[in-house]
């Protein structure tokens, strides 16, 4: 299907993906466990390690589908560049690997590193390779000091080649301290180039700077896309830049941390630029609500710096930057900005907590009364590439945009990666009535957020009001009709079901088994409550007769088993 996202990769021109690295050969694998193992063979027994190198041995375009399920890379030994332990290494061995892992849409593809050893790993070996992500969760690394520089990219290093990253999810991962670069979650080389979609960065930490991501002189591209609850001690609590070229694309940057430690040591709890020729381009995006504790000298500390560079912003329009303490740069059409360093008031995006609010990343929603809420771009729309060109139709949760969502009959987008409005989103609007996540009828809230009254449904094994009973079936004679009425039944002589006016029911309408045809007993001799016995007078004359000298047989045989015993 031809999508945005395969709009925007033509429209960035990223011939990297597709020209640099022509395929040599093209191969699938199906990771069919979640153990690691190595014995070098990706066959029906296959893990994710396993795939990776047999990958990495074919070249070309390779794809590895990963299941639904917890990965955990739990071979250790950090240091080397093979996979065979501890990271996944993604090399091409001078054929040129490409390498897509597609995660499961229904459920969660998690790749574990055990905080033992980063996630992944693109190390400079003979020439660039690629790796691509899609709706894959990594998390749990931890970089590892194996000499100068290298305790950098705390779930992913990139040192050459390309990342890409749609729909996933980078977290809880962590960096040690370093030398002019970082990444708690992401870190970055020279040369390389990251694109960022649908996805979000969260709760990584590093001792060093840059919490979120830490990038070194290469282009990064982020639409639609959040980071937030990044830590680091140095500067860039989200995302630490040096020397590079960073293009933000309705994202939103909030609740990060820089100089975590108090140690006055970084700045810029959003966004960091450190090197003096970087340059970022933000459009359509949030940075807000981010904090640095001890902001310069000030008694008592500062908060809510977001932003603090060197290098170059430039702003497309159309963002929202909280607080502007330390991060210069010229407004342009749209912005609003925080202007506390101009004696004037922080602005609060009114931003959710980082959650579930659907689809397949966490996102912060905007609440009701945010300044983010259809102050995006109102002529172009929000757009994802450098002509500003390709629409955005969608949010981080592939939900639509745009959305009136302030109900002003103004229908423009949202500032950052989540759009607000729109029935099916599952939050609870003023125009709606009820908002259940979905668009589907007959579920108590309909495909147009509005409460339904359900009527009853005879059949379906849910007795609502209107209905005296309901059996899970519509058959009439089983005590509950096809109307879902209670029947009055009479007695069926047979059925095996004693009912009034029956002496007995065996299950059947055969006379001489003790029960006869109508249900009546056909025993000669009925045993009475004192411990006595009687004839049965219901019986007639010979039938009498017939059973006593049936009995007499019976006594006579019983006596001589007796005797010869």
Same mark, same amino acid.
């Given at each position: 299907?031809?999508?945005?996202?395969?709009?925007?990769?033509?429209?960035?021109?990223?011939?990297?993906?597709?020209?640099?690295?022509?395929?040599?050969? *093209?191969?699938?694998?199906?990771?069919?466990?979640?153990?690691?193992?190595?014995?070098?063979?990706?066959?029906?027994?296959?893990?994710?390690?396993?795939?990776?190198?047999? *990958?990495?041995?074919?070249?070309?375009?390779? =794809?590895?589908?990963?299941?639904?399920?917890?990965?955990?890379?739990?071979?250790?030994?950090?240091?080397?560049?093979?996979?065979?332990? !501890?990271?996944? =290494?993604?090399?091409?061995?001078?054929?040129?690997?490409?390498?897509?892992?597609?995660?499961?849409?229904?459920?969660?593809?998690?790749?574990?590193?055990?905080?033992?050893?980063?996630?992944?790993?693109?190390?400079?070996?003979?020439?660039?390779?690629?790796?691509?992500?899609?709706?894959?969760?990594?998390?749990?690394?931890?970089?590892? /000091?194996?000499?100068?520089?290298?305790?950098?990219?705390?779930?992913?290093? $990139?040192?050459?080649?390309?990342?890409?990253?749609?729909?996933?999810?980078?977290?809880?991962?962590?960096? *040690?301290?370093?030398?002019?670069?970082?990444?708690?979650?992401?870190?970055?080389?020279?040369?390389?180039?990251?694109?960022?979609?649908?996805?979000?960065?969260?709760?990584?930490?590093?001792?060093?700077?840059?919490?979120?991501?830490?990038?070194?002189?290469?282009?990064?591209?982020?639409?639609?896309?959040?980071?937030?609850?990044?830590?680091?001690?140095?500067?860039?609590?989200?995302?630490?830049?040096?020397?590079?070229?960073?293009?933000?694309?309705?994202?939103?940057?909030?609740?990060?941390?820089?100089?975590?430690?108090?140690?006055?040591?970084?700045?810029?709890?959003?966004?960091?630029?450190?090197?003096?020729? !970087?340059?970022?381009?933000?459009?359509?995006?949030?940075?807000?609500?981010?904090?640095?504790?001890?902001?310069?000298?000030? $008694?008592?500390?500062?908060?809510?710096?977001?932003?603090?560079?060197?290098?170059?912003?430039?702003?497309?329009?159309?963002? @929202?930057?909280?607080?502007?303490?330390?991060?210069?740069?010229?407004?342009?059409?749209?912005?609003?900005?925080?202007?506390?360093?101009?004696?004037?008031?922080?602005?609060?995006?009114? @931003?959710?907590?980082?959650?579930?609010?659907?689809?397949?990343?966490?996102?912060?929603?905007?609440?009701?009364?945010?300044?983010?809420?259809?102050?995006?771009?109102? $002529? &172009?729309?929000?757009?994802?590439?450098?002509?500003?060109?390709?629409?955005?139709?969608?949010?981080? +949760?592939?939900? @639509?945009?745009?959305?009136?969502?302030?109900?002003? !009959?103004?229908?423009?987008?949202? $500032?950052?990666?989540?759009? #607000?409005?729109?029935?099916? /989103?599952?939050?609870?609007?003023?125009?709606?009535?009820?908002?259940?996540?979905?668009?589907?009828? =007959?579920?108590?809230?309909?495909?147009?957020?509005?409460?339904?009254?359900?009527?009853?449904?005879?059949?379906?094994?849910?007795?609502?009001?209107?209905?005296?009973?309901?059996?899970?079936?519509?058959?009439?004679?089983?005590?509950?009709?096809?109307?879902?009425?209670?029947?009055?039944?009479?007695?069926?002589?047979?059925?095996?079901?004693?009912?009034?006016?029956?002496?007995? /029911? /065996?299950?059947?309408?055969?006379?001489?088994?003790?029960?006869?045809?109508?249900?009546?007993? &056909?025993?000669?001799?009925?045993? #009475?409550? =004192?411990?006595?016995?009687?004839?049965?007078?219901?019986?007639?004359?010979?039938?009498?007769?017939?059973?006593?000298?049936?009995?007499?047989?019976?006594?006579?045989?019983?006596?001589? +088993?007796? +005797? *010869?015993?």
């Amino acid at each position: 299907m031809f999508t945005l996202r395969t709009t925007f990769f033509a429209s960035l021109g990223l011939g990297f993906l597709l020209l640099c690295n022509q395929p040599v050969h *093209a191969a699938t694998f199906l990771v069919t466990k979640t153990a690691d193992t190595a014995d070098g063979t990706c066959d029906a027994d296959c893990s994710l390690r396993e795939a990776v190198i047999a *990958a990495n041995a074919t070249g070309g375009v390779n =794809d590895i589908t990963l299941p639904a399920g917890t990965y955990v890379l739990d071979l250790l030994g950090a240091c080397e560049n093979s996979a065979a332990s !501890g990271d996944l =290494d993604i090399v091409n061995g001078g054929l040129g690997t490409d390498i897509t892992i597609n995660g499961s849409t229904t459920g969660v593809s998690t790749v574990d590193g055990n905080g033992t050893d980063r996630v992944f790993h693109l190390p400079p070996i003979t020439s660039a390779s690629s790796l691509t992500l899609n709706n894959v969760t990594v998390t749990n690394g931890e970089a590892q /000091d194996c000499g100068t520089g290298t305790d950098v990219g705390g779930g992913i290093r $990139v040192q050459m080649g390309s990342l890409v990253l749609d729909q996933s999810i980078v977290t809880m991962n962590n960096a *040690a301290a370093f030398s002019g670069g970082g990444g708690g979650g992401i870190s970055e080389s020279s040369g390389s180039s990251i694109i960022i979609d649908s996805s979000t960065i969260s709760e990584n930490t590093t001792d060093g700077a840059g919490g979120g991501l830490g990038l070194s002189s290469a282009t990064v591209t982020m639409i639609n896309s959040t980071v937030s609850g990044n830590t680091a001690n140095g500067s860039g609590g989200g995302l630490l830049t040096f020397d590079n070229d960073l293009r933000l694309r309705n994202v939103t940057i909030s609740d990060n941390t820089a100089d975590a430690d108090g140690n006055n040591s970084g700045d810029g709890g959003g966004l960091a630029i450190v090197g003096t020729s !970087g340059t970022a381009t933000i459009r359509n995006t949030i940075i807000a609500a981010n904090f640095d504790p001890s902001m310069g000298a000030a $008694v008592p500390p500062t908060i809510n710096p977001d932003c603090s560079n060197f290098g170059i912003i430039t702003s497309e329009g159309y963002n @929202l930057l909280g607080d502007n303490r330390g991060c210069m740069f010229t407004a342009a059409t749209g912005d609003q900005i925080g202007d506390v360093a101009g004696g004037g008031n922080a602005i609060n995006p009114l @931003l959710a907590g980082l959650a579930d609010n659907g689809g397949f990343t966490p996102t912060h929603a905007l609440q009701t009364g945010s300044p983010a809420i259809d102050r995006g771009n109102n $002529v &172009e729309g929000c757009t994802s590439d450098d002509a500003q060109a390709t629409v955005l139709t969608d949010d981080q +949760r592939d939900r @639509l945009r745009p959305f009136d969502g302030d109900n002003d !009959g103004d229908t423009r987008c949202d $500032v950052g990666a989540f759009e #607000l409005g729109g029935c099916g /989103d599952g939050i609870v609007e003023d125009n709606e009535e009820c908002d259940d996540g979905n668009t589907t009828d =007959d579920d108590g809230c309909s495909a147009t957020c509005t409460n339904e009254v359900t009527t009853p449904i005879c059949g379906d094994g849910i007795l609502q009001a209107g209905e005296e009973c309901d059996d899970d079936n519509t058959t009439n004679g089983d005590g509950c009709s096809a109307t879902c009425t209670n029947e009055v039944t009479t007695p069926v002589c047979g059925d095996g079901i004693l009912q009034a006016g029956e002496a007995c /029911d /065996d299950g059947n309408t055969t006379n001489g088994d003790g029960c006869d045809s109508t249900c009546n007993f &056909e025993n000669i001799i009925l045993l #009475l409550g =004192d411990g006595g016995c009687q004839l049965n007078p219901a019986q007639s004359t010979a039938e009498t007769h017939a059973g006593l000298w049936l009995m007499a047989a019976a006594l006579f045989l019983a006596l001589r +088993r007796t +005797r *010869a015993i």
